[in-house]
């Protein structure tokens, strides 16, 4: 068992590539785990986090309605953006400079082998980041992701997340406004979710800019406190 996580920061990397990394990463995993398995080795399996930051792009999951983009395929190239069909769980999302997007590709063997449980912890981890900064952040029944103000007329969304998970090997992850720029969300119905607003932390704490690296800092302590993990 290897509870040791590697960080890679990527900083600012195109979503396709980025994509492509994650594919790549989560089958050596599973590779590792057949291979295993068919030789009877008991040979360590490995565990990412990866931090990015996209370029401005919509992707929509598995479960998701072409609907909820309102945009054109020439209005998405006038706005810089570019749409991409994938394959984690959960509707359509955006992301965007200003936004920490982590990827968390663990051999939950590691870990525990419970995909309910790993989402909760995820969703931990923001609220637990989110309460650094005097935020009352919280889960909103039968939607995935972080909120603030849920069961108010106020409610709006901080954190997106979708994942993905084969022989509990997981990819895709979490998508956390900081200081992104909101008017994007304006062109998707987010997480398919009609009547919701979308937020970030600038906006909440009434800053221009908010430290994106000490955010990063903070997820990780509580993800390595969460996950009982390691880290290199």
Known sequence: MNKTVKVIDLGTKDFKDT????????????????????????LPTDNYFLFVEHPHVYTLGKSGAISNLLLSEKQLTQKGATFYKINRGGDITYHGPGQIVGYPILDLDNFFTDIHKYLRFLEEMIILTLAE????????????????DVGTPFARK??????????????????????????????IIPCGIRGKAVTSLNVELGMDKVDEAEVKEKLIKHFKVLFEADFK
């Not at 900064?133 to 603030?148: A, D, F, I, N, Q």
């Open 19 to 42: 994509w492509d990394y994650q594919e790549q990463l989560f089958k050596d995993i599973v590779d590792s785990k057949i291979r295993n398995r068919r030789e009877s080795l008991d």
């Open 133 to 148: 900064y005097g935020l009352k952040s919280e889960r909103s029944p039968g939607e995935t992701g972080v909120w603030l």
């Open 158 to 187: 901080i954190c997106a997340m979708g994942v993905r998970a084969s022989r509990w090997v997981t990819m895709h992850g979490f998508a956390l406004n900081v200081n992104a720029d909101l008017g994007y969300f304006d062109n």
